[in-house]
Nanobody, 126 residues
């Protein structure tokens, strides 16, 4: 089974940028739809962005709250998915998770994703 592994989190000032990476462990991301979620303290897990699998053109889907600031992409040769986050705000502070599903649909519901990473902390200071 595939195991997502996140990296790239850290502390950044408001207005800054971070790029998160999600690498596949165990097997590749070939055939998997990958999504990024986040969970702030005391809040529910929130869908941010997802990307389908394709060797030519991958579909993407974004939450309205981040679509103008975050960009999801994937490098199939490296079996890695990225989340570029720009213009970060203090309210973006959360643990960010990468998740995988064998479905070709980019679902926004966390329960549709079977494989999850351990999460990476992003803290945005004001």
């Amino acid at each position: 089974q595939v195991q997502p592994v996140e990296s790239g989190g850290g502390l950044v000032q408001a207005g800054g940028s971070l790029r998160l990476s999600c690498a596949a462990s165990g097997r590749t991301f070939s055939g998997y739809t990958i999504a990024w979620f986040r969970q702030a303290s005391g809040r529910e897990r929130e869908f941010l962005a997802g990307i389908s699998f394709s060797w030519s053109y991958s579909r993407t889907r974004y939450a309205d709250s981040v679509k103008d600031r975050f960009t999801i992409s994937r490098d199939n040769a490296k079996s890695t998915v990225y989340l570029q986050m720009n213009s970060l705000k203090p309210e973006d502070t959360a643990v960010y998770y990468c998740a995988a599903t064998g479905s070709g649909t980019i679902d926004t519901t966390s329960g549709e994703y079977l494989y999850w990473g351990q999460g990476t902390q992003v803290t945005v200071s004001s």
